[in-house]
């Protein structure tokens, strides 16, 4: 096993006391005693989310990630398990006398691949459980530098703006159905690069929420782009907010829904996870199939890398598709439809969602 600090690659006896007999450093992880990976993988996962310690990230998406990187594991072996099957049932075929041994290996190894097959199904990473891999990974090593720390707001005052300020707003707005998604934006500097406002619909952050609100709602001419979940709720958002006047209602703006739909999934597959209750009388959110997945289904806006997030924003800021036929789904007067209609690129996998 690798250290992460020297590269000594090291044997399970030389470890003594769960240290590197290089450097001395201690192994969070330890393979010999069923941990699911090692040191030097968990690091790889979050270089991966992390895009090499370029772009800030969550514990929410290092946890797909080291899922995404555990069902890569399986897949491997199931893949061996079927290459036993199949050497197996070649090794039968010859089963003549008087090679009747060929029966006997290749009924053993067939039995042998099964069992890897059985052994190997699609993992989940429950979140108790990634919580403790995380919880050893930084007892070890410390928190990464690029992750972001949430820390809980006690009581906020709601910040104070001087009255000339108040006529200004901003031009784009970005409404989130999460506040650690507005954590990310913010942490990685996409409100100041893109001169924009990020809110959650929630009323996150709340010591600024109303102040920037009302600021938004003063400019006739806002584009508002909404970044959600792939739930009932989150895919209902964008016409919550042209709907509801304590939002945008009434209002002639122009709304784009940049993900995540249900359509995404196919870009993560096993990876959605029992959709909550319903609420009593769901609003409009999509189409009949639509609905019909998210009844069943939810798919996490964390499932993308960081990077893929922010890219993705931005392409949908800065190069905007125009409405077919005029048919925008718009209501009470706004514009709202979905950015990216076919959902996705060539490219596809867990670097992209359209």
């Known amino acids: 096993m690798k250290c992460i600090y020297c590269q000594n690659d090291s044997k399970y006896s030389d470890r003594i006391g769960g240290k590197c007999p290089g450097c001395g450093k201690a192994f969070a992880f330890e393979p010999k005693n ?102 050893r990974y930084t007892a070890a090593h410390g928190v990464p530098k690029t992750a972001i720390v949430r820390r ?50 929630e009323g996150y952050p709340k010591h600024a ?46 709304i784009v829904d940049v993900g995540l739909r249900p359509a995404h999934a196919k870009f993560y597959p096993g990876m959605e996870v029992p959709a909550d209750p319903a609420p009593q009388g769901v609003p409009e959110g999509g189409t009949h199939p639509e609905m019909a997945w998210l009844r069943k289904n939810k798919l996490e806006l964390a499932v993308v890398r960081p990077d893929q997030i922010v890219k993705r924003l931005y392409r949908a800021m800065t190069n905007l598709p125009e409405p077919a036929d005029g048919d925008n789904g718009g209501v009470s007067g706004s514009d709202v439809w979905i950015y990216g209609g076919d959902y996705g690129t060539s490219d596809g996998g867990a670097d992209s969602f359209g």
């Open 209 to 254: 929420f109303e102040i920037v609100r009302s600021m938004l709602k003063k400019n006739p001419k806002l584009e508002v782009f909404v970044l959600h979940d792939a739930t009932v709720e989150g895919c209902a958002l964008a016409k919550r907010l042209s709907t509801d006047p304590k939002w945008f209602g009434g209002q002639n703006l122009r």
């Open 34 to 135: 069923q941990d699911p990976l090692t040191d030097a993988a968990f690091k790889a996962a979050i270089d991966r989310v992390s895009s090499n310690e370029q772009v800030k990230w969550g514990v929410e998406h290092l946890r797909y990630e080291v899922w995404r990187l555990l069902s890569a594991k399986a897949r491997k072996t199931r893949r061996a398990g079927w290459m036993v099957v199949g050497a197996g049932a070649l090794l039968l075929t010859c089963a003549v006398t008087p090679l009747f041994v060929f029966a006997i290996i290749g009924g053993i190894a067939i039995l042998v691949g099964i069992l890897v097959i059985s052994l190997s199904r699609r993992p989940s990473l429950e979140q108790s459980e990634f919580d403790r891999l995380y919880d």
């Open 152 to 201: 809980p707001r006690q009581g906020p005052e709601p910040t104070r703006i001087a009255p000339d300020l108040l006529e200004y707003s901003f031009d784009r707005a970005v409404i989130c159905d999460r506040a650690r998604t507005v954590d990310l934006l913010v942490a990685n500097q996409f409100h100041f690069e893109n001169n924009c406002a990020i809110l959650g619909a």
